[in-house]
């Protein structure tokens, strides 16, 4: 089986048929099935929940991971209930509207996730608030908190151990893995220090996404199967 984990990039469009994605057809030339997590605006801590859950439930032989931007953040719907751990069946996903849903079991919104730039960007308390499911009162707090406590660099060191985490989990699993991080080639961002893996690696995507009418979560359809293939090449 093949694992798909990440953002939008990752999720699958329902207005096209799931079989001409490019998470399918990789696990088509990976000769698999492949089973895709995947959400719109997912942050850092959800993908790498998106991963413990995968391995933990469906043990795959292949695994995709598609890194995100070091601006997203994860918190509680309810900080006044009980929440229990953090996995990826607690994750309430808002952001894409055409994304498939329904791959976890057990499912219940005991976390959302959203991004900094969104947060700030909205004209009212209100749109951030009804997004997410949280009052006015919880979105000023947060705002105070943001102001005044959040630093880029922390979020940053976030993502930079997810996806160390994610590396060496893999590895260690023999799980044949390729993560992609596009952030990673910005010189103001960190550069992964890791060791040599026979079965994981690390790509910054070299490849043209296309533009136009008809596409799938960024990716224009007719590019779907190049970037399967490309992709492939990384598993040989």
Request: overall charge negative; proline content about 3%.
């Amino acid at each position: 089986m093949l694992a798909v984990c990440g953002d939008s990039f990752t999720s699958i469009d329902s207005r096209f048929e799931s079989g001409i994605q490019w998470p399918y057809l990789l696990g088509q030339k990976l000769n698999t099935p492949t089973i895709c997590f995947g959400r719109g605006g997912a942050d850092s801590l959800y993908i790498h929940s998106q991963v413990k859950y995968a391995i933990e439930h469906f043990s795959p032989e292949y695994m995709l991971v598609w890194c995100t931007s070091p601006d997203r953040f994860m918190f509680p719907i309810d900080s006044s209930k009980e929440l229990g751990d953090l996995t990826a069946n607690k994750v309430k996903s808002h952001f894409g509207f055409y994304n498939k849903q329904g791959v976890f079991t057990n499912f219940e919104k005991n976390f959302v996730y959203d991004d900094y730039e969104e947060l700030y960007g909205s004209d009212h308390v209100s749109s951030f608030s009804e997004r997410n499911d949280v009052s006015d009162k919880f979105k000023q707090a947060f705002d105070m908190h943001l102001t005044h406590l959040y630093a880029g660099g922390i979020n940053q060191y976030i993502k930079k151990m997810s996806v160390e985490h994610i590396y060496f989990l893999c590895d260690s699993l023999k799980i044949k893995t390729v993560i992609i991080d596009t952030y990673q080639t910005n010189p103001t961002n960190y550069k992964y220090n890791l060791p040599q893996s026979n079965f994981v690696k690390i790509i910054s995507l070299d490849f043209d996404i296309g533009s136009g009418s008809d596409m799938s979560n960024h990716i224009s359809l007719e590019n779907h199967q190049s970037l399967a293939d490309y992709l492939y090449t990384f598993y040989k």
